[in-house]
Antibody, heavy 117, light 107 residues
């Protein structure tokens, strides 16, 4: 059974930093690209970032480019998202999602990031 | 960037009725479109991929169709558990992947 478990969310002030993690199990982690998708309270889904299975290729939404960094550790089956220069509009639940042919077939339960002073 | 526009924003129907949800793209692309269902407090679930293929375990009452710029999700006979928010997502012109804004299907 595929399991994705996010952690690292919390309350942070504008301009601050936070690092999210996603622990994966139940599948061969390095065979799959992974993404972060977020959902602001009461709003729709927004893709944030993706990383290839090897970790060599990374992609970002314009809204986070230059502030967020996605990475993965295939030896530990872990996906990460380093978020710097956080803004109020980054407040959302952040999901990690397994990317199968650029669709998201499995999702974690999400971790809430709140950016507020 | 491909912008996906879903309609209607809210659809009010009763169990047993047929639901038709629309997703229109700002530019034409091949059939690399997915549909997701999200119930309150739950994570999204992949229903349909490549416009018309049901994901594993998805009931046959869910049908995806369309091409070019116009795509449709049809639920043939609504069950109580189908009332949720539905999102379309394109993977043809990426990055970025883009989602529609969602259609809320309510009783």
């Amino acid at each position: 059974e595929v399991q994705l478990l996010e952690s690292g969310g919390g309350l942070v002030q504008p301009g601050g930093s936070l690092r999210l993690s996603c622990a994966a199990s139940g599948f061969t982690f390095n065979n799959y690209a992974m993404s972060w998708v977020r959902q602001a309270p009461g709003k729709g889904l927004e893709w944030v970032s993706a990383v290839s299975g090897s970790g060599d290729d990374t992609f970002y939404a314009d809204s986070v480019k230059g502030r967020f960094t996605i990475s993965r550790d295939n030896s530990r089956n872990t996906l990460s998202l380093q978020m710097n220069s956080l803004r109020v509009e980054d407040t959302a639940v952040y999901f990690c999602a397994r990317d199968v042919r650029k669709y998201f077939d499995d999702w974690g339960q999400g971790t809430l990031v709140t950016v507020s002073s | 960037e491909v912008v996906l526009t879903q309609s209607p924003a809210t659809l009010s129907l009763s169990p047993g009725e047929r639901a038709t949800l629309s997703c229109r793209a700002s530019q034409s692309f091949n059939n690399y479109l997915a549909w997701y269902q999200q119930k309150p407090g739950q994570v999204p679930r992949l229903l349909i991929y490549d416009a018309s293929n049901r994901a594993t375990g998805i009931p046959a009452r869910f049908t995806g169709s369309g091409s070019g710029t116009d795509f449709t999700l049809t639920i043939s006979s609504l069950e109580p558990e189908d009332f949720a928010v539905y999102y379309c997502q394109q993977r043809s012109n990426w990055p970025p992947y883009s989602f529609g804004q969602g259609t809320k299907l309510e009783i």
